[in-house]
């Protein structure tokens, strides 16, 4: 199973995302269906499903959010992989901590280290070949969430799909 832990923005906020991304954001790459759009915490990469159970176990020890809310209001680009983002111009050191957290609840599992440094992101496009131009209007939407999400990517004739696998909504209970 091909995993990361994610924030899942409110169904209305993924609605405003998208009508802001149409309206100003353009790009030559591919958009993210606003059904996909996530904030990742913690890529594990391919976890075998016998731990996961145990990995299910290590986070409902966990303090985690319950509700919560971040302002989308930065622009970035990453040229390789061509990938176009909004996310939180302030720092963010609890969800920098919350990522670590539920990174090395991944590795007690035996998933993969992440060696990036953190950055809270929501990708619009992937595979741009060239730098877009800055919005004409900068972001400035909420991105409300319940808890933290534990997805599954999975490859099919559409496309790529992220299915919620188990939910946390704080306070160490889950939902499998």
Excluded at 3 to 22: C, E, N, T
Excluded at 135 to 155: I, K, Q
């Amino acid at each position: 199973m091909r995993l990361f832990f994610g924030l899942d923005p409110l169904a209305g906020d993924k609605r405003a995302i998208d009508s802001w991304r149409q309206r100003v954001a353009t790009a030559d790459g591919r958009p993210v269906p606003p059904a996909n759009f996530h904030l990742t915490l913690a890529f594990l990469g391919e976890v075998d499903e016998r731990h996961l159970e145990a990995l299910c176990d290590t986070v409902d020890d966990l303090a985690l959010p319950g509700t919560g809310e971040l302002r989308l209001d930065r622009v970035g680009y990453w040229p390789r992989p061509g990938i176009l983002w909004i996310g939180p111009a302030a720092p963010q050191p609890a969800l920098e901590s919350l990522a670590g957290d539920l990174g090395r609840a991944g590795q007690a599992v035996g998933a993969r280290r992440e060696r990036r440094r953190f950055v809270p992101h929501l990708t619009l496009y992937r595979g741009c070949r060239v730098p877009p131009p800055a919005p004409a209007e900068p972001p400035d939407l909420p991105f409300r969430f319940r808890g933290v999400t534990l997805f599954e990517s999975r490859r099919g004739r559409d496309g790529i799909r992220y299915e919620p696998v188990a939910a946390w909504e704080g306070g160490g209970f889950s939902q499998r």
